[in-house]
């Protein structure tokens, strides 16, 4: 089909299409005819035929209320005829693979001009083809599964297991050998944790908070007690399904009445008459991506403390979606299990030493958690700094406003503290052991996490203050600080509360206090 001759107009030929049954408008140098959408208008005709909107430049007008993803909706390109003689649109939206141009939208390291001793060559290469995959493959389906509460759709899983992204969200190890990480773009003996922090920064751009927990979340948090302390054949059977996207597996240890006192879980696990199978009983909720998963790594309760067990979906194993401030596409759910037979074979780690299991999954899972804040805050800056220049109060940009700078001014300051305190110590996790990951940064991590979902819920309230009613309203110019507002105070729980972590910071502190110091 061939595209719409579109003719050239002046601004005086417009002008004298300003009645209700003729009715052109000008925004942004394209010229539309309304006339048939008038009464479709969801402000009503009123303000259509306002004395500065019928047959004018009505650019600000409606920017001041629409976001510019609005004309870019096929129902509305329709109603384009054309353009102004002699000038040219000049405003965008998010580019497919392009960094913004907004001031503080893009980490340090990402502006014009900057430097970083973090970064290499083969990292900006990476961001590109990350961001790129991002906007073409992940941003729509986000935006979609979001509302509509629906799981991430498998075409998406797939295109990500085509390029070995869900084995690089595990970070950097053997278990990436052997495999094409992005077409080739990085080697996996050369994968480290700052390509990580890339994939997880550049996911969480998408700012649909449930979906990025429902893009195989519970995979982040679930698999690597497999990898790390199942048996090589668990792992030869499990692994390679749950990086090809045909299996899901999710983390299950918090119970009703066991949240962050993990040694109180009520779960239990109980040797068979012959020795060969666990037989478990017990409850979990909150569990991520638990609706849909094939697999559930959950601590129980056994005789000699507590084991981790590897439980496939069967017998006996019931889930219940559960309805939290986020959407339902990140697969939360009730777990059941009623006398569920599992083989021993299927224990992770040691009989009774699962806290050791489960202890050593949790700094990875908060640092992970810290690299999508940071983005996230970032990310709300970028839409606070873009409506206080567009929005208009009092006469004047909002932007003019000193109350509004200070706001902008303390989100940007909480914004670039995360990411650097984020970098310094995932710089150190890259020259780190495993074991001196967990002895060094267990909490520094957790001082972060906390430190981060704190500035978190400030830029959140900021933000909600700056875009006033709008940053309550689920559509429209607002929509993505509503969304933050109402989900932010999930990263401050998951993988541990903020007091709980703080404590956690200060207690591993006083383990290295030396006993002479004194004033």
């Known amino acids: 089909m061939a595209a719409k001759e579109l003719k050239q107009f002046t601004l005086e030929e417009v002008a004298e299409h300003n009645k209700p049954d003729d009715l052109w408008v000008v925004i942004d140098a ?126 998406v899983i797939d295109q990500m297991a085509a390029v070995n992204l869900h084995a690089m969200r595990m970070g950097p190890g053997k278990h990436l050998q052997g495999l094409s990480l992005m077409n080739d773009l990085v080697k996996p003996e050369e994968f480290n944790y700052f390509h990580e922090l890339i994939i997880t920064q550049e996911i969480a751009r998408c700012g649909a908070r449930g979906y990025g927990d429902g893009l195989m979340g519970g995979k982040v948090i679930g698999l690597p007690p497999v990898l790390n302390f199942g048996s090589e054949a668990l792992k030869a059977r499990v692994v390679p399904e749950v990086f090809a996207g045909k299996k899901f597996i999710c983390l299950a240890i918090s119970e009703a009445q066991a949240g962050s006192d993990v040694m109180g879980l009520q779960t239990t696990a109980v040797k068979s008459e012959d020795g060969k199978e666990w037989i478990v009983n017990g409850t979990k909720k909150w569990i991520t991506n638990a609706t849909f998963a094939d697999y559930f790594t959950v601590g129980c309760k056994t005789e000699d403390g ?72 970032r990310s709300i800056v970028e839409e606070c700094l873009k409506w206080a220049t567009q929005r208009k109060a009092f006469g004047k940009p909002l932007i003019s406003q000193a109350v509004i700078r200070s706001k902008l001014a303390a989100m940007i300051a909480r914004t670039e503290s995360v990411q650097s305190w984020l970098e310094n110590i995932t710089y150190q996790m890259c020259h780190m052991t495993y074991k001196q990951q967990s002895q060094k940064l267990a909490g520094q991590i957790a001082f972060l996490k906390s430190y981060s979902t704190r500035c978190a819920q400030e830029t959140a309230k900021d933000a909600v203050q700056i875009f006033g009613g709008r940053g309550i309203t689920r559509t429209g110019m607002g929509r993505f600080i509503e969304h933050y507002h109402r989900t932010v105070t999930f990263d401050a729980l998951l993988g541990g509360a903020e007091d709980v972590l703080s404590d956690l910071g200060v207690r591993q502190a006083m383990r290295a206090m030396p006993k002479n110091a004194r004033l």
Request: net charge negative.
């Open 306 to 377: 507590l084991t981790v067990i590897l439980i496939e979906r069967g017998p006996g194993v019931e889930t219940r979606q559960i309805k939290t401030s986020y959407s339902t596409t990140a697969g939360t759910a009730y777990i059941t299990f009623d006398n569920v037979r599992v083989p021993v074979e299927n224990t992770l780690g040691e009989e009774g030493r699962g806290i050791f299991v489960i202890l050593s999954n949790f700094n990875h899972e908060r640092w992970v958690m810290c690299c999508s804040s940071a983005r996230s805050q």
């Open 30 to 155: 394209k010229v539309y005819n309304l006339s048939r959408f008038k009464d479709l208008h969801p402000g009503g005709i009123s303000v259509l035929m306002d004395g500065e909107i019928a047959g004018q430049d009505a650019t600000e007008a409606f920017y001041g209320l629409h976001r510019h993803e609005v004309l870019e909706r096929p129902q509305y390109q329709r109603l384009q005829i054309g353009t102004i003689q002699g000038e040219q649109p000049v405003i965008y939206s998010r580019i497919v693979g392009e960094l913004s141009d907004v001031p503080y939208a893009e980490p340090t390291w990402l502006s014009q001009g900057y430097h970083s001793p973090y970064y290499t060559d083969n990292h900006r290469k990476f961001q590109q083809a990350i961001r790129r995959f991002a906007d073409e493959f992940i941003y729509e389906d986000a935006q979609a599964r979001e509302e509509d509460g629906k799981r991430p759709s498998q075409s």
